[in-house]
């Protein structure tokens, strides 16, 4: 019997634990998606206490809080932090099974060098350790990214940011990761919003082009990506909630269907999936001019609890897992773009696990030369991030790909502490790997498949994003 989240931990045979001892552990951590305030990262941000660092913004804790049948006061509320902390601590026990049980101790040891399990007996004395030592400069925003080995960080973005904090960065010859913006055009593409008047007068300030007209939105929309550029950007992001269908709009439809979002006047579902599919046609072509990755995040259904939405906000815990048949809409807009030679680097994720043979299939049907894995299937996502979800992508994908061209793991993450699940990540793939030699599924041939399991935990992300 093994111990709990020992030096073996995920590792189930004799060749899984030497790949991870010989090629998994210390890779360093390309981060391609995260949420992280590159605020925070350039003031070099200490923190209070470790529940200001670890449950704050924390839509995954306040999930498991909320259904351990804590109050909203100790999870988004006026509570103290210690008695936040308090109810995490009283939560953790009964997330044996969930993923949040191994992240939450793996990031104590790996960042607190605590070994102890958390539960409200050890509370107080973990609380006040992780507080003594979050008193130092070995534990701020900066000294977070350097311990995990972190050499880039892709940011999620508005295009209307002036990425004052990310320009700074860059400057700062003392920091060498690098942390760059990702433009995530939600302001643009949900017209349906209330909010989608206002944004689009944003955008005509931070751009200085008129914004009224369909022709001068787009305009200031390529504008905008090339400021990102110029700022270290490589890439797009999209939430795509649905996209069933594909349609071919015309400049003239899409104009009209604008002009009646900037007048806040009723649209009917097809006019919103009609001015989506020309809006995203469009910034495919503007991601591909500048030899973009473009990302696809599908399937959420968001912002569920109407009555908790209005009480404290969106995007606060309330989101689950959709539905959807995207594939026929996905495939037509892939295949759109590379009908003009604009299909840009993509990244497919989906929030169900039923849509795994439906991506891990899509990506053949589009390649470039030279390009390996131009299409990618990407990680088990958000509702996918555990240990089942991770084999399962992992093997839907090579069943009918290459796992060799794979670009593995990223957080997705609000904490500077969640680098844990790149570890987790690297050792569920050494076991795949590891199994598949022990069964004779792939050759004894240990310097190939270290290189694989190297290439999978990092080399593949920094040439897809930053290799042309």
């Not at 999209?238 to 269908?245: A, G, P, S, T």
């Amino acid at each position: 019997m093994k111990n709990f989240l020992d030096k073996d931990f995920l590792l189930d045979t004799e060749t899984a634990i030497r790949l991870y001892e010989n090629a998994a552990e210390g890779l360093p951590i390309f981060d391609f998606h995260c949420h992280l305030d590159p605020q925070e990262v350039w003031e070099n941000k200490s923190y209070e206490n470790i529940t200001q660092l670890w449950l704050g913004g924390d839509h995954y804790k306040w999930r498991t809080l909320r259904m351990n049948g804590i109050g909203e006061r100790y999870i988004t509320g006026d509570a103290s932090d210690w008695e936040k902390f308090s109810a995490w601590a009283e939560t953790v026990p009964n997330l044996i099974g969930n993923p949040l049980y191994h992240w939450t101790h793996m990031e104590l040891k790996m960042f607190f060098g605590i070994e102890k399990r958390l539960s409200p007996a050890t509370a107080r004395e973990i609380y006040d350790e992780c507080n003594e030592k979050l008193k130092t400069s070995e534990f701020t925003a900066r000294s977070f990214i350097n311990r995990a080995n972190v050499k880039f960080i892709g940011t999620t973005d508005d295009p209307i940011s002036t990425l004052e904090y990310h320009k700074l960065l860059k400057n700062d010859e003392s920091f060498t990761p690098i942390i760059a913006p990702t433009f995530r055009p939600d302001g643009a593409l949900f017209i349906e919003r209330p909010t989608f008047a206002s944004w689009v007068g944003k955008l005509e300030q931070v751009s200085g082009i008129k914004t009224n007209s369909l022709e001068g939105f787009l305009a200031a929309l390529q504008q905008r990506v090339d400021y990102f550029h110029e700022n270290g950007g490589r890439a797009s992001d999209h939430d795509i909630q649905k996209l069933e269908v594909y349609v071919e709009t015309t400049q003239e439809e899409a104009e009209r269907i604008f002009n009646k979002g900037l007048s806040g006047d009723q649209l009917s579902d097809e006019e919103i999936n009609a001015y989506r599919c020309f809006l995203l046609t469009k910034l495919g072509k503007m991601y591909a001019g500048k030899q973009w990755v473009m990302q696809l995040h599908m399937g959420a259904i968001r912002n569920n609890n109407t009555k908790m939405k209005e009480l404290i906000g969106p995007d606060t815990g309330f989101d689950s897992v959709g539905e959807s048949n995207f594939a026929e809409g996905i495939s037509r807009l892939l295949d759109a773009l590379e009908q003009q030679n604009a299909l840009p680097r993509t990244v497919l994720f989906n929030l169900n696990s039923k849509d795994n043979p439906v991506l891990a299939g899509m990506m053949g049907n589009f390649y470039e030369e030279g390009v390996p894995g131009k299409i990618q299937f990407g990680s088990g996502w958000w509702f996918n991030d555990h240990i089942d979800g991770m084999e399962r992508q992992m093997k839907d994908l090579a069943n009918v790909g290459l796992l060799s061209h794979f670009i593995g793991m990223l957080t997705d993450s609000r904490s500077f502490l969640s680098y844990a699940r790149h570890e987790y990540f690297r050792r569920i793939l050494c076991n795949i790997l590891g199994e598949w030699v022990e069964r004779g599924l792939a050759p004894d041939d240990m310097e190939f498949v270290e290189q694989m399991v190297r290439n999978i935990g990092y080399n593949n992300a920094e040439k897809f994003f930053l290799e042309r």
